[in-house]
């Protein structure tokens, strides 16, 4: 019997495989279903400061857009910035101030940019390369989010297209999931 970190690198391959399956017009569309979904969200319009991701093209929603339309309406959007130790802090989107590329071609604020305490933020945005319909994700394997989703009190929303939206995805005790998932057609609260 296969071991769950097992059945997860064996997810994570099929659903890298679906994704690159779809053309670039497909991304393109399922990424504007997704992000006016989530523009709609009550819970969207009424947080002050989100914490968001720079979405990795051909792996994640392209969430710049996104980013730049949260930014425009006056919200405050944080962005992850990876620390040693597998660690992550969330500091201020800057759009006068260039990104910086980490590792994992991350794109992530400089470290002038403020950093944000976890109490600040409203909702967050929460990557992944797929989620089930309970709402729980299966991440790039690096245990980055599900760290700092542990101390996190917000609304917790997840974006996944539908191509690759799963009824179950393995899941380990420390696995966290969102409030709230969207797909181009579906909005699941959980």
């Known amino acids: 019997m296969a071991s769950i970190t097992e059945e997860k690198q064996r997810l994570r391959r099929q659903v890298r495989a ?4 779809l053309s670039p017009q497909a991304l393109r569309a399922g990424d504007d279903a997704l992000f006016a979904r989530f523009l709609a969200l009550p819970q969207v319009e009424r947080a002050g400061t989100l914490f968001a991701f720079w979405g990795i093209p051909g792996r994640e929603p392209e969430t710049a857009r996104l980013i730049r339309a949260l930014a425009d309406r006056g919200k405050r959007v944080g962005l992850p910035r990876m620390l040693p130790g597998r660690g992550m802090e969330v500091r201020l989107y800057r759009p006068d ?5 980490a590792a994992f071609g991350i794109w992530e604020p400089g470290e002038d940019c403020p950093l944000l305490a976890r109490e600040e933020i409203d909702l ?3 990557p992944a390369l797929c989620y089930d319909r ?7 394997g690096g245990g980055y989010y599900d760290r700092w989703l542990a101390g996190f009190a917000g609304v917790r929303v997840g974006l996944c297209r539908a191509a690759v939206l799963q009824d179950r995805v393995p899941t380990e005790p420390h696995d966290s999931r ?3 998932l969207l797909t181009e057609g579906e909005s699941l609260s959980l």
Not at 97 to 101: A, G, L, T
Not at 134 to 140: A, D, S
């Open 178 to 180: 969102v409030d709230l």
């Open 18 to 21: 679906q994704l690159a399956a």
């Open 134 to 140: 309970r709402g729980y994700r299966l991440g790039f």
């Open 124 to 126: 967050a945005l929460v």
């Open 97 to 101: 101030r260039p990104m910086v590329q």
